[in-house]
């Protein structure tokens, strides 16, 4: 299959599942009083997980979720944790895994957001670097962008409305995390079609500009033990599509209705 053919398939499959989903999108503003977005043209390494990440919750229903997608393999597995009843976080940008369950139990203990992300930069060296995202159970957010990023990115920053926070960086512009927040806000059905919508939109505005080879998306619940949905793509021609395709032929009771503010 050749790049132009692919490519279309995805703008195809891009089409349906926004298609399905998007409602009332008219447009390029973002509702809800719209996202503070800041960005900057910088830089990150190949070894680096240059991504583009949403964290989100829905306190009525109990529900938090992050969804993911970057170059970097298995991305799905290293950048987004969730945990029901706490919220979500993404460390992405000289990522560091072992910070996952750590910000998830300081949210636990009680500590904000914000005094998380101060805590977790507090000793490290590499804090600049990083760049982090972390929503509570309430759907208070905090977000840090990586202030000295390196390399060949050719964009990062950051978006936070009602309820979610969206980020990215080597990416292919601002229009990427203008995107995702418009879809998350505008989608309707459930917390995790409108993380998904986000997703798709994000990559579809350019998403990480090197292209595209890993996806996922988690998703906890109040009452449930573990992941109520946790799915991935390794490493593929095109992640995201590849994964949309996933979701739309899954049978769970995480897909539907549930917008209705």
């Keep these: 299959m050749n790049e132009r053919t692919d ?3 995805r703008r195809v499959v891009m089409g349906l599942f926004l298609g399905t989903v998007l409602a009332g999108a008219s447009g390029c503003g973002v509702s809800g009083g719209g996202p503070e977005v800041a960005g900057v043209a910088e830089s990150t390494p190949m070894k680096v ?95 840090q962008n990586p202030a000295r990023a390196d390399g060949p990115s050719l964009w990062w920053g950051s978006a936070a409305g009602r309820y979610y926070a969206c980020q990215g960086n080597t990416l292919a512009g ?36 090197r292209g595209r080879l890993a996806a996922g998306i988690r998703v906890a619940k109040a009452g449930v033990q573990g992941d109520w949905l946790a799915l991935y793509v390794d490493e593929s021609a095109d992640a995201v599509a590849e994964l949309m395709r996933t979701y739309q032929e899954l049978e769970h009771e995480a897909k539907g209705p549930a917008k209705t503010e």
């Design 174 to 209: 601002r229009k990427v995390v203008a995107a995702m927040a418009r879809a998350y806000e505008q989608t309707q059905g459930g917390l995790t079609d409108r993380l998904m919508a986000a997703l798709a939109a994000g990559d579809e505005a350019g998403g990480d500009h």
């Design 49 to 143: 997980s240059g991504t583009f990440s949403i964290v989100a919750v829905d306190p009525h229903a109990g529900v938090c979720g992050a969804a993911v997608a970057s170059r970097y393999p298995a991305v799905g597995k290293v950048v987004p944790y969730v945990r029901a009843g706490v919220g979500a976080f993404c460390t992405q940008h000289w990522h560091e895994p072992k910070w996952g369950p750590r910000a998830l139990d300081l949210l636990a203990g009680g500590m904000g957001p914000q005094a998380v992300l101060a805590e977790l930069a507090k000793d490290d060296p590499q804090r600049d670097m990083r760049q982090l995202a972390i929503i509570d159970a309430a759907g208070r957010t905090a977000q």
């Design 7 to 9: 490519g279309r398939i």
